[in-house]
């Protein structure tokens, strides 16, 4: 018997690679087999009764069949495309206009690093990051969300674009990660100025060069991980390490082999094709995850949680994640199945329903075949997120902190908002200690920075009750529920400060939040003042980060 936790049938999704996760019960298969809508079977090992699998969805209904050697289950699921003038994020692979070896990332096997190899990689594994961003919502707020690519407007657009430089190769050889970053900012303004659109520039053209330096970053040319205004650009130095097509995935994740000294090891010590797998690719997910707005943070994606990236895409043999869903089920007598009457988009077609509703009785009927939707339970969800200590450490530190996920859920780049419905947020000083807020729609979320490296120490709902943590309070002015006062605890700031001195992040990270604040303050560049910012952030995906005198 299969039981699918995650996914229902008449789902619908924006986004083309899903994540479907489960248990398999009295099955004496090693391995599941799911095909997709167009025929293309992936096989995905069960263990421990577990399964994990990814699978691509096709604009429309999708037919996907999960199979074991006793059990069969078919899963209608929809994929929906965006609307044409959605705000999304294209993709480019950068080329040297007179690159004589036309794109060709570094790898032993010079079989597979030519362009078309690039693209594939690349587009497969932003599309999981897609994935990855959008269970993480999910796990908190039940509703997918996730920032949207070319494919997802038109799926037969070429999804990862050769974006050909004016720099020359050996000139990008010298240049610092901060050169490569702003020649390819200017660059891209330059050539396109769609404001609804972000931008990932992958560089073909990095290379390592074993050297003597401990740190391999120095040894490292045309290299580059920085985010700022509205570019990420990463290299390409461990792309030898990642999957080209979705069967791959699996053995990418568990690859022990030992990376080569002449290739470039960004493993986080770890040493293994699979770690720098995770690294480089979490890398990405960190860096494009400032462009959404998040900050540093002291623990998960925006801290170096992003090492444990792979743990996403693989069942770990330590895990018991479903387990504790079976103590809830076998003590809980609420869990019921779940019809897929209640849980039905209205959007669907009829038939579709009336189709759904014939496969939903089949299921009930084929006895062990079963299929039982329990994703919905309260249950179930309140032990997984509320318990802290109950919760699974098979994810170790690969996730989004909830304040990350709040700002993720209601960021302009992830929702569809109405441009009518576009807020302010205005902020006066009524003196060193108290502020004025007013905005036009709820602020839902504020954090504490610091300037220095951007890193999140403290945040919070400012909802609809007042709030108070150790260093601000806001409080809603009782005449107008769209106005606050916000009150800091100076003393308690300066404090925090002082320790928060010398905390460490992502290498290289550091020049980002000058860049970032640079464009809120003209004069952080040359200022070496430790400064807080304020961030607000209201439901309609407004934010202002407003710096705050504490010395
Ligand atoms: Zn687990
Ligand atoms: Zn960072
Ligand atoms: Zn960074």
Known sequence: ????????????????????????FGENSKNLECIDSHGKANTWSILNNQFKLFVKLYPGRNEIKLKTFQSEVILILFRHLKPL??????????VCND??????????????????????RIDLNIRLLQTFMSEEIFKKYKTRKTFTLKCDLNECDENVEIFRSNLKLMKA?????????LYLLDEIKKRNSNRECKYIAILSFTRYIPG?????????????????????????????????????????????????????????????????????????????????????????IMHRGFDDLKLFFNIETTCNCYDEFENVKSNNE???????????????HKSEIEFLVRKFCLFKTTGNNELIYSQKSSCFQSIRTDHKSKECNCMKNCFYTKSNLNILFYHKWLNDFCSKDEGSISFNCINECQYEIKCTNDLVLYELRTNQRNLTFDSGYPGTTSLTSNFISIKQNNSNKKEYIFEINLNNLKQK???????????????????????????????????????LLDSKGCCLSKKIPIM
């Open 1 to 24: 018997m299969l039981e699918i936790l995650n996914v229902k049938p008449g789902d619908i999704f924006y986004n083309s690679i899903i994540l479907i996760y489960g248990l398999s």
């Open 85 to 94: 003038n959605s705000k999304h994020v294209r993709i480019f692979y950068v």
């Open 99 to 120: 690159d004589p070896n036309c794109g060709e990332f570094q790898s032993l096997d010079s079989s597979r690093n030519k362009i078309q190899n690039a693209l594939k």
């Open 173 to 181: 050889l010298e240049m610092s990660s901060d050169e490569i970053f």
């Open 212 to 300: 003597q330096n401990e740190d391999i970053f120095k040894d490292t040319k045309g290299y580059c991980a920085l985010a700022s205004d509205c570019l990420a650009v990463y290299g390409t130095a461990c792309l030898f390490t990642w999957p080209e097509e979705l069967d791959e995935l699996e053995s990418c994740c568990s690859d022990m082999r030992k990376v080569d000294s002449s290739q470039m090891n960004d493993s986080a010590f770890r040493n293994t094709y699979s770690d720098c797998y995770s690294t480089t690719l979490g890398s990405l997910l960190h860096e494009f995850s400032h462009l959404l707005d998040l900050g540093h943070d002291s623990e998960g």
């Open 334 to 348: 609420d869990i019921q199945k779940i019809s897929i009457f209640k849980t039905q988009n209205e959007n669907t």
């Open 497 to 535: 400060l002082f320790l928060l001195f010398g905390n460490e992040t992502r290498n290289g990270c550091n020049n980002l939040s000058k860049y970032k604040l640079n464009q809120l303050n003209n004069d952080c560049r040359t200022s070496q003042n430790f400064n807080i910012y304020l961030f």
